[in-house]
């Protein structure tokens, strides 16, 4: 199972890691985080609006502007960039009515599983994320490995 979330969501993480690399360089204009991660520019406004509405991000006018993390990536949690564009509450997903009886079971399970997803995302920063950026995944090659080619002598 996945967890899902909003394309406000996933283009607002993909912008605020942006902002993350280029800390310490200057401001990035939001054409500039459109193009590398190929987000449409107008939603990319709207998106960077809101985290500065947030106090994440900083916003600079001019030909030399642009849009900066307000804290240092180490300062900043997942969880808060989440929350800040995903909003406090998600909808519940209980029937309407009481819940009783063994119908109680997967929405006490969902609501455990909800929290430790909530944890997690609290205890990574954006620096733990460009570190998880850089990582390449590991690709299981079988047990087997063909031995280094070795030159014959002459």
């Known amino acids: 199972m ?5 394309m406000k969501t996933e283009y607002g993480v993909r912008a605020i890691v942006e902002l993350a690399a280029n800390a310490g360089r200057g401001a990035l204009q939001s054409g500039e985080i459109a193009r590398r991660q190929s987000i449409p520019g107008p939603f990319l406004d709207q998106v960077l609006m809101t985290l500065r509405r947030a106090g994440l991000v900083t916003s600079t006018r001019g030909p030399r502007g642009g849009h900066t993390l307000a ?5 900043i949690r997942l969880d808060e960039v989440i929350t800040c564009l995903e909003g406090n ?3 519940s997903r209980q029937p309407d009515g009481a819940t009783t009886g063994d119908s109680r079971v997967l929405a006490q399970v969902s609501e455990k599983a909800e ?3 909530r944890d997690v995302f609290a205890s990574h920063t954006l ?17 087997f490995h063909s031995a280094p080619a070795t030159s014959k002598g002459s």
Do not use: N, T, W, Y
Request: contains cysteine; positive net charge.
């Open 2 to 6: 996945r967890m899902r979330f909003s």
């Open 127 to 143: 620096a733990d994320c460009l570190r998880l950026r850089r990582v390449e995944p590991r690709v299981f090659h079988g047990i």
């Open 115 to 117: 929290q430790a997803a």
């Open 89 to 91: 509450g998600r909808e």
């Open 71 to 75: 804290r240092r990536p180490d300062e």
